[in-house]
């Protein structure tokens, strides 16, 4: 099972839904192979799926507190940095609990729990 939280901010209307398990995946070899050898296939396991093979990793999103872009970052290819500004400043959306809102940069996100599925 996977909760979800949302994290609304306080003083307007931006608002972050965060999965606590992320998206996990495995690489599908049998569809690697036919097509281009070198290329990964991404096959996500969803809830409530047993995945077909072992999961190899974990795309998690993270959401830049400069710039309010929304993106994912593998956990088999971690990144530092926002891929919109590049600026350092970024963090897991399970994590905004009281940070600032990048938006109108005076509120502060509230988490409350979301959908479960
Ligand atoms: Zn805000
Ligand atoms: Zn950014």
Request: charged share 25%; glycine share 6%; with cysteine.
């Amino acid at each position: 099972m996977a909760q979800s939280k949302i994290f609304q901010c306080a003083s307007c209307e931006n608002c972050v839904e965060a999965w606590d398990d992320g998206n996990p995946y495995y690489i599908d070899l049998t569809r690697s192979r036919q097509g281009m050898p070198r290329s990964r296939c991404k096959v996500y396991a969803y809830h409530p799926e047993i995945p077909a093979q072992p999961i190899e990793g974990n795309d998690v999103p993270h959401l830049c507190l400069d710039c309010n872009h929304e993106f994912r970052v593998d956990s088999e290819r971690p990144r530092e940095t926002c891929t919109k500004c590049r600026n350092r400043n970024i963090i897991d959306t399970c994590r905004l609990e009281g940070r600032t809102c990048p938006k109108c940069r005076s509120g502060s996100f509230e988490g409350q729990p979301g959908a479960i599925s």
